[in-house]
Nanobody, 116 residues
Framework: QVQLVESGGGLVQPGGSLRLSCVAS????????MSWYRQAPGKERELVAG????????NYIDSVQGRFIISRDNAKNTVYLQMNSLKSDDTAVYYC?????????RGQGTQVTVSS
């Protein structure tokens, strides 16, 4: 079955960096685009970044453009989110998503807290 397992979250000061990882299994990872979403307390879940199956095309929401980088290693079945210059507004639970054969899957999420 499809499984997505995120890691790498934690507590970081404003201006700091974190790298999130999501390891996928149960499907041919290299065939599918991947994305990162986040949900902050009291807010709706939002798409943060996406990447195509081969990794050649990426997209970001405006608020993270120039600070976050999504990438993938298809040999390791892993998608990453490098987050730099973190702000308190980036505090949220971060999820990776995959849509496989018409069904949407997500991991359990990893908490990112940006605070001094």
């Amino acid at each position: 079955q499809v499984q997505l397992v995120e890691s790498g979250g934690g507590l970081v000061q404003p201006g700091g960096s974190l790298r999130l990882s999501c390891v996928a299994s149960g499907f041919t990872f290299s065939n599918y685009p991947m994305s990162w979403y986040r949900q902050a307390p009291g807010k709706e879940r939002e798409l943060v970044a996406g990447i195509t199956a081969a990794g050649g095309v990426t997209n970001y929401i405006d608020s993270v453009q120039g600070r976050f980088i999504i990438s993938r290693d298809n040999a390791k079945n892993t998608v990453y989110l490098q987050m730099n210059s973190l702000k308190s507004d980036d505090t949220a639970v971060y999820y990776c998503y995959a849509t496989v054969r018409g069904l949407r899957y997500r991991g359990q999420g990893t908490q990112v807290t940006v605070s001094s």
